[in-house]
């Protein structure tokens, strides 16, 4: 059965814009993205969108739909009230480039002043280096590892809003699951770098971040689990 959408989609650039009402013809079993691209296909060919896998894998389609932070492919349209306007606009804390897409460099920078990169102690020439999987350090690795870097949490996180500078709950995320790797070689540094004034200790533990994580992780388990590390590393006399 045909249904008629009322969207309120967000136009223009980092200086100046505003929403633009289209009315779309849709059906059963659509997602958020799906009516992005009717209105692209049918009424506005230079929205600019940002997407790619539409099976929530990519994280590239995170928007503000109805003032909360989400991925536009993974928010079914049967969800919302029927008649109810849905506003779709770019996710927040990121300049804004054009319509719904934002720069996310600082989100990618954010990660690498974590730490974020693995190093281990082996190279090519040698063996691989076994992991237990039942072991309690590989558990937590499994339990932060699905990040899809969708920048959700930054959205949602009051931290990321009120200080810039603050890593934010993806990169310390990240940063969690390589001091949990067994493998790993630059902890020392890495705690260093997330034990910080912009680090795992200014978060609020709000969980706002746990809450919107479309992969259902908990980046605010791993955060309590640095500030832990952090501490016994000050402790030690090593930060």
């Not at 896998?53 to 993974?74: D, Y």
């Not at 770019?90 to 990660?111: A, H, Y």
């Not at 082996?122 to 309690?136: G, L, W, Y």
């Not at 590989?138 to 932060?144: C, F, I, L, P």
Request: hydrophobic share 40%; with cysteine.
């Amino acid at each position: 059965m045909a249904t008629t959408f009322t969207m309120r989609v967000f136009r223009g650039g980092p200086e100046a814009g505003d929403f633009k009402e289209y009315r779309v013809e849709g059906g059963e079993g659509m997602v958020v993205l799906d009516v992005i691209h009717r209105i692209q296909a049918t009424q506005a060919q230079d929205l600019a969108c940002r997407w790619n896998c539409k099976a929530g894998k990519c994280g590239s389609c995170s928007a503000e739909i109805n003032g909360k932070p989400r991925l536009m492919c993974m928010t079914r349209m049967d969800t919302f009230k029927e008649g109810e306007p849905i506003s779709v606009a770019p996710i927040r804390t990121f300049p804004i480039i054009r319509d719904l897409v934002t720069d996310m460099r600082e989100f990618f920078d954010k990660w690498a002043r974590a730490q974020g990169q693995f190093k281990g102690a082996r190279t090519k020439a040698d063996d691989f280096e076994r992991v237990v999987p039942e072991s309690p350090e590989r558990k937590a690795v499994d339990a932060g590892i699905e990040c899809i870097g969708c920048a959700v949490c930054y959205s949602a996180c009051h931290v990321v809003a009120a200080n810039p500078a603050y890593l934010g709950p993806a990169a310390l995320n990240r940063a969690w699951t390589l001091v949990k790797d067994t493998r790993e070689t630059k902890n020392p540094e890495r705690l260093r770098a997330v034990a910080g004034d912009a680090g795992c200790h200014a978060c609020h533990t709000h969980m706002d971040c746990t809450e919107r994580c479309p992969k259902r992780l908990s980046p605010t388990a791993a955060i309590a689990g640095l500030k832990r590390a952090t501490a016994r590393a000050a402790l030690k006399g090593d930060l």
